[in-house]
Nanobody, 115 residues
Framework: QVQLVESGGGLVQPGGSLRLSCAVS????????VGWYRQAPGKQRELVATLPSGGMRNYAGSVKGRFTVSRDNAKNTVYLQMNSLKPEDTAVYFC?????????WGQGTQVTVSS
């Protein structure tokens, strides 16, 4: 069973930065495709960034140039560095991992961008 635990969310002012972390356990981490998604109130969950094992990063247009997804295989952790945050980035951020044909989700971490 794969488990994902996110951390690093919080309240930040517009223009600020946050780094989210997602610890992955219970799988051969290095072969896992990981990604970040977010869901704002009243909206559908949407892709933020994905990082396949050994593959190229993929970003939503709304975050390209501001957010960076990365992974540390030694620590079984994936990160989302978020810079130049905007109020419209406010959402619950979820970590996702795909292992074979199975998709796993974390519990989510709240990010609020407000002055």
């Amino acid at each position: 069973q794969v488990q994902l635990v996110e951390s690093g969310g919080g309240l930040v002012q517009p223009g600020g930065s946050l780094r989210l972390s997602c610890a992955v356990s219970g799988s051969t981490y290095s072969g896992v495709t990981v990604g970040w998604y977010r869901q704002a109130p009243g909206k559908q969950r949407e892709l933020v960034a994905t990082l396949p094992s050994g593959g190229m990063r993929n970003y939503a247009g709304s975050v390209k140039g501001r957010f960076t997804v990365s992974r540390d295989n030694a620590k079984n952790t994936v990160y989302l560095q978020m810079n130049s945050l905007k109020p419209e980035d406010t959402a619950v951020y979820f970590c996702k991992a795909v292992v074979g044909l199975t998709t796993y989700w974390g519990q989510g971490t709240q990010v609020t961008v407000s002055s």
